[in-house]
Each structure stands twice: as C-alpha cells, then as structure tokens.
C-alpha cells in the first residue's frame, strides 16, 4: 500500500477514534466535568503509535531495512531514543502511568518521592508528564519517569473525602467542655454529616490524652468532617472544587473552636491571681 494512502486512512482512522472515546466519555460523566487521564492517554498513545508504525511501513517500502547499515542505524536511534530521560522513553512512561494511576484531571494528590513532596490539583496529564497547581497557585511538572518511580496518595478519590482538623487545647479545659464546643461549631456550619449517592458519613472527633506525650499539659484533638468533591458551578454543571471549599470551611471551623475555646479557658482563672 502506498505510505501516502496508509497515512491518511490513520487520520481518519484516529479523528472518529478521538470522537467516540470523547461521546462515550461525555455519556458516562454526565453533568460531571472531568477528563479521564486513560481517554487522554488512549488519544495521544494512539498517534504516537500509529507513527511509530506508519514511519516502519514506509522505510520497509523505500527498502531502507534491506541495507545492514541502515538496519544497525535505526537500531541505534531506538536504543538513545529509548534512554531514561528521553521524550521516547517519557512517552512510553506516560502510557504506563496513564494506566496505573488511580487519580482523575482536577483530582488533589500528594507525589512522595527521592525528590521530596507535593501537594496539588493535577491541572494537566500528557507526554511531558503530570501538571500539579498548590494552593498557592503555583504550578510544577513532574515528568512521567519521576511519577513512574514516585508514592502516589489520592486525597479526592471519591465522591466524598475526610478531612483532618487539628485542635490542641490545654489539659487544665476538661475534655467534656472541649468536645461540646467541637461538635457544637460543627452544628453550626452544617458539617454533622455529609452524604454521597452510596452511604452517608457522620463527623467525628478523636483525642489524644496521654500523660507521657512530649507536651504534657496539652491534649490533641482531630476533627474528622466529609466533604463533597463536586460543587454546582454558575453553568449548572458539577465543578471538582470540593477540596478548596474544604480547605477554606475547615480553617474558619478551626478559628471558630479556638476562639470558644479561650473564651471558656478564661473562665478556669482566679481573678484575684490577675495583676492589676
């Protein structure tokens, strides 16, 4: 067959490939914006692979493969190609961590690796590797064969996630008095349960109350509350902005707490040990 014709029947071949994937994608998601990193791993592998094999076919047509010395060449340009940090050897890391991976576009994830930590919204996923934007706005690639080898935590993996709030409080305020203040700002911002289309989950608090902690006088206590991962956005449509909305709610929960918490801590001074 003529390069030229097999050339252009791959096109057309990975123009309705791209659509149907993206159909069924948009049928299965319903209302929920998100993009898959497998739909984008199978569209861009697709054309990856497909001149992979068209550049084959059409050097096996020219019979540049008859010659040794072109053989031992090409041979040669596979093996540099395919070297750890090159673009060959990202790309095929990226279709085996598209495919490994339990994390979603717009998903918050921590990368733990030889490198360090990070924390962020996966923003974007392709050849060159995952883009992570922090809270901060700032934004970092980490290329697929640093991912390949590196720890991966989904923080928003389904429809509901917990969060972790930590509140220390003086052993001289009764654990009783603390936990009423808890769940009484929990009433308050609407946080007591959360529910999801599959079960229902109840905050609840849990204290660490242990005479031989490195700080004996004080008493550790963590908030754990659920939280939706999708918001309605202003087109109607579910937005992934969950996480943020947390991050935001469970700050001013803490704020909240802390201030009851030393408004009542006053009321354990004697008034007559306050210097005038």
Do not use: C
């Not at 030229?4 to 791959?10: E, I, N, P, T």
């Not at 010395?69 to 990202?90: D, E, H, M, T, W």
């Not at 206590?221 to 992934?240: C, Q, R, S």
């Amino acid at each position: 067959m003529d390069p030229a014709v097999l050339f252009a029947w791959f096109i057309v071949v990975a123009i309705v490939v791209s659509i149907a994937v993206n159909i069924a994608a948009s049928r299965m998601l319903g209302r929920h914006k998100i993009r898959n990193i497998q739909i984008r791993a199978a569209t861009q592998v697709f054309g990856t692979a497909g001149l992979f094999v068209f550049s084959t076919v059409y050097l096996y047509a020219e019979g540049y493969l008859d010659d040794t010395i072109n053989v031992l060449g090409i041979s040669a340009l596979i093996v540099v190609a395919f070297s750890k940090y090159s673009p060959v050897n990202n790309a095929f890391s990226f279709m085996i961590v598209a495919y490994r991976t339990e994390f979603h576009i717009d998903d918050w994830i921590t990368v733990s690796n030889v490198n360090g930590n990070m924390r962020g919204k996966v923003k974007d996923f392709n050849l060159k590797g995952v883009r992570i934007q922090g809270f901060a706005l700032s934004e970092s690639i980490i290329s697929n064969e640093e991912l390949m080898h590196s720890f991966v935590i989904n923080l928003t993996p389904e429809d509901l996630f917990r969060w972790p709030t930590v509140i220390r409080t003086s052993k001289a305020m009764d654990a009783e008095s603390v936990e009423k203040i808890i769940i009484d700002n929990l009433v308050k911002h609407n946080l007591t349960e959360a529910s999801s289309p599959a079960s229902t989950f109840n905050s609840y608090l849990e204290y660490f109350d242990d005479d031989l902690d490195y700080r004996p006088n004080y008493r550790s206590m963590t908030v754990f509350t659920y939280h939706p991962k999708w918001i309605n956005g202003a087109d109607g449509l579910m937005e992934p902005n969950g996480y943020e909305l947390a991050y935001s709610v469970t700050r001013q929960l803490k704020r909240d707490i802390m201030t009851d918490i030393e408004a009542e801590e006053l009321s354990y001074v004697d008034a007559s040990l306050v210097v005038q």
